[in-house]
């Protein structure tokens, strides 16, 4: 519990799962919802948003976690040179 008030460890890549989890739910629904309604553009359209809107989420959320990785590895670069 300490780590996460102090700041020693990332609590955001954790979190970034349950985000993808949730906009790809999200990117289904708004999908099926545009093929099926009057106002949503029809069928290609709602297939459109979903394979977009999965594959937008998921490279989001892969740049998101390289960011953390990144910082990851240059505290390691920074605790070897510190020896």
Known sequence: ?????????????KIITVIYWFLLVVAVFSGVAAMFSDY????LTGLGILIGGAIGARI???LLIVLFKINANLQKIAEKSEQ
Do not use: A, Q, R, V
């Open 1 to 13: 519990m300490k780590s996460i008030f102090f700041f020693d460890s990332m609590l955001t890549p």
């Open 60 to 62: 989001w959320c892969e």
């Open 40 to 43: 949503g553009g029809g069928f």
